[in-house]
């Protein structure tokens, strides 16, 4: 059925969603919520529709599907028939397992657009009842790979990439990648952007430069530069990945197949053949103790395996913040003071931890002496120097200093109640702090901490400091401080007995 063509500017995000006129739906034998097809020439995109009896023969779609149709006038339009992938997702929530045509399947009509968001939850709910185990893992990640696009690289491969939970710990990449690529080790470093943390590594490095690439722009920047930090979202890599940990968002849930799918299928479609997984150990963090830790670690190490990956994990401690900043101008700020020399020692260490592993897993350095060699290199100016490089390829300014960064212009500080010692730096506490003050889409908020655990304190001592560009934010995150208590401090003197009276 032909219909003419309007263009609006809504946005629905991944979804193809259209409005189509009533009597072109009384004609297809569509209602509202269903599926139909468009066709322009030989391109064809599937689309959930809307209904409205203001127009006649008429479609109405996103700037996004236009542009994808090839901007036409006119459009067909045909009923859509129930997807197959429906079919499979409600195998999966059976119990029975998936072969990877199958896999394949669903994964393609997310990227297509076929699928609602109800039934992309519905696959995701099957992860979490249900589970994958490690072949379907392997498909599972192979299909996300294949339906994106694919970097090449003339050389070998490296990079890191931490499982997150941990509130600070977005700077460790600004300071391992300069270390790691001083070293002749090539890390062309893609990053994600914060979901439910105060800041991701791209967001945190796209206060210091450009980070959103091309796929055409990467291959220049990688001639240029022997590492770099960008944001992977512009180059269509596993765009599946995208659309899954959107509707993965709305439902507050992280399938542990589907987060290891999402980190390898985005680390295979960028060329990487050699990596680093930092997985954070401790209370607060997303691994609670060792022993998990070690599990999640023998399933990336197999399902990588499975897919020609070379993999080395790290447990690394995750009990309370990397470093005392937590935002991304705040933490560009304490990334540049680690590498000047002067940063805390725990982003100081797990740094140098990460990239000797590295250098490990590339020859530069013996097993077991990577840390010293990552260590030497970050002491001796040399990874300052290359991260100057980096920053001035990705368009930044390299000569930037740490004062120079601008954070939030509304400031509160939160201070000790009484004497004693700091038993505790609460991870989630710290991070819903940091997030209501508007972190990270307000690069300048955020959380500047000047305590850690056993740290002794007075009465009055200056505990954190809140930055925000909005003061109706700054008061919402005070009141969460009342509310979560992220610092706990305790005396020595608990209780007496008898209690005098």
């Not at 249900?130 to 996300?144: P, R």
């Not at 770099?228 to 968002?249: C, K, Q, S, Y």
């Not at 937590?326 to 931890?353: D, F, N, Q």
């Not at 930037?400 to 010692?421: C, L, N």
Request: glycine share 10%; hydrophobic share 45%; with cysteine.
């Amino acid at each position: 059925m032909r219909a003419k063509v309007v263009v609006n500017d809504f946005d629905m995000g991944d979804a193809y969603f259209i409005v189509m006129s009533k009597d072109l739906a009384r004609k297809l034998d569509v209602c509202s919520g269903c599926r139909v097809t468009l066709i322009v020439n030989d391109r064809r995109l599937t689309a959930i529709a809307g209904i409205t009896d203001k127009l006649e023969s008429t479609v109405v779609m996103p700037r996004s599907m236009y542009e994808s149709l090839g901007c036409p006038k006119e459009v067909d339009v045909e009923p859509y028939l129930t997807p197959q992938s429906i079919l499979l997702i409600k195998k999966k929530l059976r119990g029975e397992k998936l072969s990877y045509e199958e896999v394949f399947k669903i994964i393609k009509d997310i990227v297509g657009g076929v699928l609602t968001d109800v039934e992309i939850a519905a696959f995701i709910s099957a992860q979490m009842s249900i589970g994958m185990d490690i072949q379907e893992m392997v498909y599972l990640t192979k299909a996300m790979v294949e339906t994106g696009r694919k970097l090449r690289f003339e050389e070998p491969v490296y990079d890191i990439h931490s499982i997150g939970g941990v509130p600070g710990n977005s700077k460790v990449s600004m300071v391992a990648v300069p270390i790691i690529a001083s070293a002749g080790v090539f890390i062309p470093k893609t990053s994600s952007r914060a979901i439910t943390s105060p800041a991701g590594t791209a967001d945190t490095m796209g206060v210091l430069a450009r980070v959103e690439y091309t796929e055409e722009e990467v291959l220049e920047l990688a001639k240029k530069v022997n590492g770099f930090i960008i944001w992977g979202g512009t180059l269509n890599l596993a765009p599946a990945d995208d659309i899954l940990i959107r509707v993965e968002h709305i439902l507050r849930v992280d399938p542990l197949a589907q987060m290891i799918a999402s980190i390898l299928s985005k680390k295979l479609s960028m060329g990487v053949n050699y990596l680093l997984i930092d997985i954070p150990v401790g209370l607060g963090a997303k691994v609670e103790n060792l022993e998990k830790g070690r599990e999640l670690a023998s399933l990336f190490t197999q399902v990588g395996q499975g897919l020609g990956l070379s993999i080395r994990c790290a447990l690394t401690y995750g009990s309370q913040p990397i470093g005392y900043a937590i935002g991304p101008a705040l933490e560009a700020r304490e990334a540049i003071e680690t590498l000047l020399g002067r940063g805390p020692m725990s982003v100081t260490e797990k740094a140098v931890s990460i990239a000797g592993l590295v250098l490990e897993m590339a020859g530069v350095a013996p097993r077991g002496a990577g840390r010293g060699v990552a260590k030497e290199i970050l002491s001796s100016g040399k990874a300052y120097q290359m991260f100057k490089r980096i920053v001035e390829a990705q368009e930044g300014d390299p000569n930037v200093k740490p004062e120079d960064i601008p954070i939030g212009k509304h400031k509160a500080e939160v201070r000790a109640p009484m004497d004693g010692y700091v038993t505790g730096v609460y991870n989630q506490p710290i991070t819903a702090i940091a997030r209501a003050t508007g972190a990270p889409h307000d690069k300048g908020a955020g959380v500047k901490l000047h305590v850690k655990k056993g740290h002794k304190v007075k009465k009055g001592d200056v505990l954190m400091e809140i930055y925000s560009n909005s003061s109706v934010r700054l008061k919402e995150a005070l009141k969460l401080v009342t509310k979560l208590k992220p610092i706990t401090i305790e005396g020595m003197l608990l209780e007496t007995y008898p209690e005098i009276i």
